[in-house]
């Protein structure tokens, strides 16, 4: 069954710490992944995005996230973080091939919290 | 301004009403989409839609309708609202096949049903 994991569902840190959320997906066949970020009251934006090449994934904000297919997983990552970053981001996957059936399938969010 | 357009933001309903959620996009998207967000279980996918007259359910498409009569609008309808349905609920269109794009999101309409 197609599913996406996100194993910290509340990550607490203070201004400037290293941030790591983690995302594991299961997908049959090839896959693109997305991060996206909500923030408080606001809807669903895009972070970045992998679809193929190179599987470092640069995004807005400062934002990137590695591709590693052995371990499928897409873990989204920020030097260095700011209290503006507080939001839940949402990791997704999506099958690549014209099918009404590979629908973009989400991960349960994982709130980020910054203490200034 | 080019995007999704919900209405209304903020609903509330009494328990065996109905009523229609709105969505517009003006980016020619084929591609829409009606998604639940309720904690910690992330977005479930209500409806989709790949293109005018052609719908689909999703993974928890009981209690909704949905209809595609134009490209631009893809309303959601409550048939007899339950208390289980209050949530948020988010409309997200793509220009293709969604692994290709990903989504643009709507704002949200907040729904509590008492």
């Known amino acids: 069954a197609q599913s996406v994991s996100q194993h910290n569902h509340h990550v607490i840190l203070s201004e400037a710490a290293s941030l790591e959320l983690g995302c594991n997906y299961s997908y049959g066949g090839t896959v693109n992944l997305f991060w996206y970020v909500q923030y408080p009251g606001q809807h669903l934006q895009l972070l970045l995005k992998?679809?193929?090449?190179?599987?470092l994934v640069k995004g807005i904000k400062g934002f990137e996230a590695e591709f590693i297919k052995s371990k499928f997983s897409f873990n989204l990552r920020k030097p260095s973080v700011q209290w503006s970053d507080t939001a839940e981001y949402f990791c997704?996957?999506?099958?690549?091939?014209?099918?009404?059936?590979?629908?973009?399938?989400f991960g349960s969010g994982t709130r980020l919290s910054i203490r200034p | 301004n080019a995007g999704v357009t919900q209405t209304p933001k903020f609903q509330v309903l009494k328990t065996g009403q109905s009523m229609t959620l709105q969505c517009a996009q003006d980016m020619n998207h084929e591609y829409m989409s009606w998604y639940r967000q309720d904690p910690g279980m992330g977005l479930r996918l209500i409806h989709y839609?790949?293109?005018?007259?052609?719908?689909d359910q999703g993974e928890v498409p009981n209690g909704y309708n949905v209809s595609r009569s134009t490209t631009e609008d893809f309303p959601l309808r409550l048939l007899s609202a339950a208390p289980s349905q209050t949530s948020v609920y988010f409309c997200a269109s793509s220009p293709g096949q969604w692994g290709n794009y990903g989504y643009t999101f709507g704002s949200g309409t907040r729904l509590t049903v008492v």
């Open positions: 839609s790949v293109g005018a007259g052609i719908t």
């Open positions: 992998y679809f193929s090449g190179d599987p």
């Open positions: 997704a996957a999506a099958g690549t091939g014209y099918s009404s059936a590979s629908k973009i399938i």
